[in-house]
């Protein structure tokens, strides 16, 4: 799987601060905005195809990142997608579902098939017992964890920096499983710093731990607003600013957190003076659409740039 180079975009200055921010655009390395997850699989599939197997069994959420990359580029590359999901009340009515669904609708359109399990089964999905019963329905496969992070996702996210990228002090992104963070670190020279902003109320610092050798890296977890996939207003008219003033659209879940606490750390003067910021784009725009069902069924302002 060949992946494109992503351009850096100038954001913007903030003079009294002397600080200047770029953002790298993964999200449009692919048609789908699929962003940092085509780092993410790039070696999970390659390995999945030496391993000899035809199909991939992976885990998420209804409103998925991991779950539409794995479907769409597992059916580029030949494979057969199984989406383990939480929440059984999604399958009584498939048709309903997918109706409402535009994540599951999207990642059905791509071939894969669903298994949804309760809350509490879900919990399950790391172990073994759990996985081998998986493996008994839908036959022999290569387990991809949720959100795609382990050892092969954290070789392909350090390929994101590229030579020119050393121009800069510091790399931000956004943290939901560690993956992406764990490979922007291995990959940063040693006179840069990374920081990551946490898409949900735990510290995943043990988790990114691992797999990296540096230790020029922080995550943040203060503004994380309630929760993974948690929003409010305030939010919601950040990301609407953000993108008539800068021209740059920003998913509720992940890259509008982490602009957001790295526009508040430049603001407290927590950003050393002078820096050259880069900031990773890791794609996740297609959740918006269901974000703005959820915003509209709760009678609250919706993302604009996709009413």
Not at 93 to 118: C, I, W
Not at 199 to 223: G, H, Q
Not at 261 to 278: H, P, T, W
């Amino acid at each position: 799987m060949n992946i494109p180079t992503a351009r850096n975009q100038f954001l913007f200055n903030c003079p009294a601060q002397e600080v200047e921010v770029w953002v790298k655009r993964l999200d449009e390395l692919h048609p789908m905005a699929l962003g940092n997850k085509l780092f993410k699989l790039k070696y999970n599939f390659q390995r999945a195809h030496k391993l000899g197997f035809s199909t991939l069994i992976t885990f998420g959420g209804a409103y998925s990142n991991h779950i539409v990359a794995t479907a769409v580029l597992g059916k580029a590359m030949g494979f057969r997608s199984i989406g383990v999901i939480r929440g059984e009340e999604l399958g009584k009515d498939l048709q309903k579902t997918l109706a409402e669904n535009p994540t599951l609708r999207q990642a059905h359109a791509y071939g894969m098939r669903f298994h949804f399990v309760s809350r509490s089964a879900y919990k399950e999905k790391n172990e073994t017992a759990f996985q081998q019963r998986l493996q008994t329905i839908f036959g022999p496969a290569f387990i991809l964890p949720e959100g795609g992070t382990n050892l092969w996702a954290v070789k392909g996210c350090s390929e994101i920096l590229t030579e020119e990228d050393r121009r800069f002090d510091l790399i931000c992104c956004a943290v939901g499983t560690g993956g992406t963070l764990s490979g922007l670190v291995n990959a940063a020279s040693e006179k840069q710093s990374v920081w990551g902003f946490s898409a949900l109320r735990a510290d995943l610092t043990k988790e990114v731990m691992p797999y990296v050798k540096s230790c020029n890296w922080k995550i943040f977890t203060e503004d994380n607003f309630g929760g993974f996939a948690k929003i409010n207003v305030e939010l919601v008219g950040f990301i609407n600013r953000f993108a008539q003033i800068h021209h740059l659209p920003l998913d509720p879940v992940y890259n509008a957190k982490m602009m957001y606490g790295l526009l508040k750390k430049i603001k407290a003067g927590e950003v050393r003076r002078g820096s050259r910021i880069l900031v990773i784009h890791s794609g996740g725009l297609q959740g918006i659409k269901g974000m703005n069902a959820k915003l509209t069924r709760k009678n609250m302002p919706v993302i604009e740039l996709y009413k």
